[in-house]
Each structure stands twice: as structure tokens, then as C-alpha cells.
Nanobody, 115 residues
């Protein structure tokens, strides 16, 4: 079955950087579009960035210029490099894919930006 496992979250000071990883299994990773979402405390889940199977990327305005999404099909892994982090970036970050018309999510990794 589809499994998505996020890692790399943690506590970081404002202005700092983190790289999140999403390890995928149970489907043909290289043929699927992937995305990173986040859910700040008390708010709805929102798209951060997405990457197609062909490597085309899109970014939410809120993080454009500060994040880079990438994928390594040889490792069945997607990444999110986040720089210049702000306190408002504090959220649980989720990995997502759609397969057979169904959304699949990981359990998320918590990113806390605080001094």
C-alpha cells in the first residue's frame, strides 16, 4: 500500500534552514506527481509546493523564493529545502500524492520556528 514518511522537522531559529524528506513506497514513485502541504496551528492545511513526475515545480506565494522542492526517483524520495524561515512557517508539514483518484498523506513532520 501507499506509504509516505516525512522526516527532517524540528526546532529552528528565525532565518534558519531545514530540509524535509518524504520517503515513498507502495507505488511507482517516478510516475506520480508529489506535493508538500503544511498545517499551521489552528489553521487549514495549505499547499506549499508541488512537483510533477517530469520535474516541473510550483510554489505557494507565501514561501516562493524561500523553498525548493525536488525529487530523487532513484531513492523514491522527495525533498523540501526551506530557507529564511519565519515564525509563521511553524506548522506540521505533510507529503502528498494522488493515486487512483485518492489523496494519500504522510503523518507529517513538525517544524517550529522560534527563538
Amino acid at each position: 500500500q501507499v506509504q509516505l514518511v516525512e522526516s527532517g522537522g524540528g526546532l529552528v531559529q528565525p532565518g534558519g534552514s531545514l530540509r524535509l524528506s518524504c520517503a515513498a513506497s507502495g507505488f511507482i514513485f517516478r510516475t506520480h506527481n508529489m506535493g508538500w502541504y503544511r498545517q499551521p496551528p489552528g489553521k487549514q492545511r495549505e499547499l506549499v509546493a508541488s512537483i510533477t513526475s517530469g520535474g516541473s515545480t510550483t510554489y505557494a506565494d507565501s514561501m516562493k523564493g524561500r523553498v525548493t522542492i525536488s525529487r530523487d526517483n532513484s531513492k523514491n524520495t522527495m525533498y523540501l529545502q526551506m530557507n529564511s524561515l519565519k515564525p509563521e512557517d511553524t506548522a506540521v508539514y505533510y507529503c502528498n500524492t494522488v493515486r487512483g483518484g485518492m489523496n494519500y498523506w504522510g503523518k507529517g513532520t513538525l517544524v517550529t520556528v522560534s527563538s
